[in-house]
């Protein structure tokens, strides 16, 4: 029988209480925060059996609130990724949001999901936690009042799944990802440059100097975002990946040194490979984490070609990414 336990983890800025649930199968162990969704750590072992945790992250919650920009970990919302100009049209209205990252709107504003104190309860199958919260009319700019949850489970292999469900009482955009640095060589431990990733996508959505795309998918072949074949990842990549079919292995991230393997698959149409080149605070230094952020694209509300991420309120948005652990 899982051990899963609520904690008492400290308190957000504001005062509320945080805690941490810990989910514990097949030798995989997961500690996740109320505060922000947080993955705050997931301990996997290595081809010699040795467990290290692989994903960036710190010891309380003052830390996370302290460094937040680089999102370790956190649950995105409304929007993961960009808005451009910080504004969207819906349904021939305006809705201007707040202009965090140069000109547009990034990972849902100022406040976005990853600075909420989520409400928590065991998961139906007893080896998960479900995260719930209201996100109510004009937060942050987005309209409608929207009730989204995110279920973290272990499967009987320990592979760890997270489900989100979102429903709208009014026209929305909605766009969540889960924003962790994987280092699969075990956290503090130096860079991630030599670990060797393959991406399922033929294509990306090229960018301006604001990291808003600038037109239609681009074909990888011949350049350095073709990741079809595994090679190593190297530095310089924040850039959304056009997965070749949703639901099926989206990307596979190995580390030659401990022998560990995590394999993403998800239902999302993208996914933005990120290097984390630009840290500038924490104890983390540049590169010492790649992220592997399953989403819809950037800046898909100013976007009809894209990939719709209008919810509305006869629908329920439902998205889900597993990652796998293996060691080879």
Partial sequence: MNEMTPEPAGSAPDGTAVHR??????????????????????????????PANVVLGFDDVAGYAGCPSPYFGALIGRYANRIAGGAFTLDGRTYRLPRN??????????????????DAEPAADGYGVRLSLVSPDG????????????????????????GYRAVT?????????NHTYWNLGGAGGGSAAGHVLRIAAGHITPLDGDSVPTGPPAPVDGTRFDFREPRKVGSGYDH??????????????????SGRVLTVTTTEPGMQLYTGDHFDAGPFGPGEGIALETQHFPDSPNRPDFPSTVLRPSEEFTSETTYGFATA
């Avoid at 937060?139 to 997270?162: M, N, Q």
Wanted: aromatic share 8%.
């Fill in 240 to 257: 959304n990946f056009v997965l070749d079919q949703g639901g099926s292995v989206a990307a596979e991230l190995y580390d030659p040194a």
């Fill in 101 to 118: 990252n140069g000109p547009n709107c990034l990972h849902g504003g100022e406040r976005g999901f990853d600075k909420r104190v989520w």
């Fill in 21 to 50: 649930w810990t989910l514990e199968r097949a030798g995989v162990r997961v500690k996740v925060l109320t505060y922000g969704g947080i993955l705050q750590s997931v301990e996997v072992p290595d081809r010699e059996g040795a």
């Fill in 169 to 177: 009482d009014a026209p929305t955009v909605l766009n969540l990802t």
């Fill in 139 to 162: 937060e942050e700019g987005f309209p409608g009042r929207v009730e989204v949850s995110a279920t973290y489970a272990l499967d009987a292999a320990g592979a760890l799944r997270i």
